[in-house]
Every structure is written in structure tokens, then in C-alpha cells.
């Protein structure tokens, strides 16, 4: 930290382990702003980790436990890291723990579910955590109304302006959203 004021920085990052906040417990696993694709093999074994809805509750736990301790250092709230990506990588494409997806490599999982489960329950742990950072914390008054997801989403600078591209860079610019709306919603619903 001290590094970080030497330099001038005013702004930066960085990730909360749950298995620091409770080290004995069993609501034992790493987040990284909360979560970062990276859950406890302790909760996987109990109850399936994301695939189950009692993880809402460990992470709201959680959640609000950081709030607590360590909100008065904290100016902006970061839920989940790139959930979109733990959804798939780690339950539809298998490169990301906890490895579920079927193929000649794994038939551990249902791609063709899974990932929507996931990502469903992680959408309402954020809910539920910015619901309890509203209600609760939020009036302090070193709190900001900034608590939220964190996606990754690709850049598109075009090399000059020629040919007046804005709007393709801007179409570019928002694949995720469109991807959302066509894919996701779609999917979602003829699962249900």
C-alpha cells in the first residue's frame, strides 16, 4: 500500500479470500472482489457450490462480512469478477474449475444447463449483496452508491478516423450486451 501511495496511485484493486475472512469454518473459498472463479473444494463437496441455491446465503454471508470490517476503506464495491466467464469456462467448457462440461475429456456436468444455472445464482448473490449494502451500509458517510459487477468486454479503437468507422467501433464495442440479449435470454428461457 505504501508502494501504491509513493507512486501516486489513487485507485486499485484488490481481493478479498473468504478463507481469510473464516478460516475454520466451512464457508472456506477465495473471491477476488468478492468472486473470481475460484470456489472452495469444501463448498463443491457439500452442496455443489454454484449449481446449489444455498450459496446465495454463504456468499450474502460473506458479502455483508466484508461490508462490516471493511467498508470504511472501501470506496467501490465489485461483486464478481467476470461471472459470465466462470459460468462458462467452469461449467460448459471445462478450462475452469470445477471442470464440468461433456466431452472425450470430462462427462462431469450438463453444459446445456449448468451454465445457466450458475450464472443465475451468482446474479442473485450480487442482488442480494447490493440489497444489503444499500439497506445497511450504504447510508455511512464514507459509502458510495457503487457497488456492482465487473465484466470483461473487448476495446475497439479504430486506427483513424478515414473513414468515419465510430459506429462500427461502436457496435463492436457492445458484442457482450447483444450476446446477452440474443443468446442468454434466449437459451434461459427454453430451458425453462
Not at 471442470?99 to 462427462?107: D, I, M, P, T
Not at 444499500?134 to 465487473?150: F, G, Q, S, T, V
Request: charged share 20%; hydrophobic share 35%; net charge negative.
Amino acid at each position: 500500500m505504501q508502494l501504491l501511495k509513493e507512486m501516486g496511485v489513487d485507485a486499485y484493486r484488490i481481493s478479498i479470500a473468504w478463507s481469510r475472512i473464516f478460516p475454520s469454518e466451512l464457508a472456506n473459498f477465495t473471491c477476488t472482489h468478492s468472486f473470481c472463479h475460484d470456489l472452495p473444494q469444501a463448498l463443491e463437496d457439500k452442496y455443489g457450490g454454484w449449481l446449489d441455491g444455498h450459496i446465495r446465503k454463504d456468499f450474502a454471508l460473506f458479502t455483508e462480512t466484508c461490508f462490516e470490517k471493511f467498508g470504511d476503506r472501501v470506496k467501490h464495491w465489485i461483486t464478481f469478477n467476470e461471472p459470465h466467464t466462470f459460468a462458462i469456462q467452469g461449467y460448459y467448457k471445462g478450462n475452469h474449475a470445477p471442470g464440468h462440461r461433456s466431452s472425450v475429456l470430462s462427462k462431469v456436468g450438463d453444459p446445456t444447463t449448468e451454465p445457466y444455472i450458475v450464472a443465475q445464482y451468482a446474479i442473485q448473490s450480487h442482488a442480494t449483496a447490493a440489497d444489503i449494502y444499500r439497506r445497511n451500509y450504504k447510508p455511512l458517510p464514507y459509502h458510495e452508491e457503487l457497488i456492482k459487477l465487473l465484466f470483461f468486454c473487448d476495446f475497439i479503437v479504430g486506427v483513424d478516423d478515414t473513414n468515419n468507422i465510430t459506429p462500427i467501433e461502436d457496435a463492436l464495442k457492445d458484442w457482450l450486451r447483444t450476446k446477452y440479449h440474443t443468446e442468454y435470454l434466449t437459451n434461459l428461457l427454453a430451458a425453462i
